[in-house]
């Protein structure tokens, strides 16, 4: 059981709500960034694009600065040795194509495939019920389209209204910074010395950290990470839960 009432619930979206796939080279947003990759290459005739694999594609991300497109394509141009430098510019030219042709495979990809994890909306459901529908909200680095994509098809969007979410776009600086929580969190019109029992769900190291520095009471999800792996950080979730399922009993839904 939870050690206090919670007041609010802030949620990541991707591999915490929204499952990926699971943390491999052919999740959900690694093809359609690898498609994006190997259509710019063909359309410009760029042989390290063409040579491009699911591999190279799984670290592009991972070994990124920033865990955002941003990073992922940026650090894609710096392995393949079309750009230098470490400061990504997302106006160079590749980078806006690389873009606008991820979000359109992506925006298929979701609709087609697209599903939550399994009692994750019951559990949503069951926050609100509780008492929660006025102080739920989001924090995460997708896109406001892929978002609404998914969170129309899950119905989702009926807990998480548009002032109560924050994407990649509202943010300046990403995850682990704690700037998307905090943002998050001021949109619950709760007072700071609330932040303490509002319940921050988060599946990544960097999306805990950030929800540590905002001050939020951590539950991490083994969706990506195992258990013990998350037990293992320096900046450790407060509780853990395996599903969704696990979290109900927590909360004694």
Do not use: C
Not at 95 to 110: A, G, P, R, S, Y
């Amino acid at each position: 059981m939870l050690p206090f009432t919670p007041k609010g619930a802030i949620f990541d979206v991707d591999d915490t709500l929204l499952d990926n796939k699971g943390d491999s080279p052919r999740g959900l947003h690694e093809r359609s960034r690898y498609m994006a990759v190997k259509e710019v290459g063909k359309r410009h005739n760029i042989p390290a694009f063409k040579r491009w694999t699911y591999k190279d594609n799984y670290h592009a991300f991972h070994d990124a600065q920033t865990h955002s497109l941003v990073g992922a394509f940026w650090n894609t141009l710096l392995m393949t040795g079309l750009r230098t430098g470490e400061t990504p510019d997302p106006n160079d030219p590749l980078m806006v194509e690389l873009f606008e042709i991820k979000n359109t495979l992506h925006e298929e990809i979701i609709l087609k495939e697209g599903e939550p994890y399994a009692g994750a909306i019951e559990f949503v459901a069951a926050l609100a019920k509780s008492g929660l529908k006025d102080t739920l909200a989001v924090a995460t680095t997708a896109y406001p389209r892929d978002l609404n994509i998914f969170f129309k098809k899950t119905n989702l969007n009926k807990y998480f209204p548009n002032k109560r979410v924050i994407s990649i776009e509202q943010v300046k600086h990403p995850k682990p910074d704690p700037e998307a929580f905090e943002l998050a969190f001021k949109t619950l019109g709760l007072p700071d010395s609330d932040r303490k029992y509002v319940i921050a769900f988060e599946d990544n190291p960097r999306g805990i950290q950030s929800a540590q520095g905002a001050g939020l009471f951590v539950i991490a999800l083994t969706n990506i990470f195992s258990r013990k792996e998350l037990e293992a950080l320096d900046s450790a979730p407060h509780l853990i839960a395996d599903n969704f399922a696990e979290l109900s009993k927590i909360f004694g839904f």
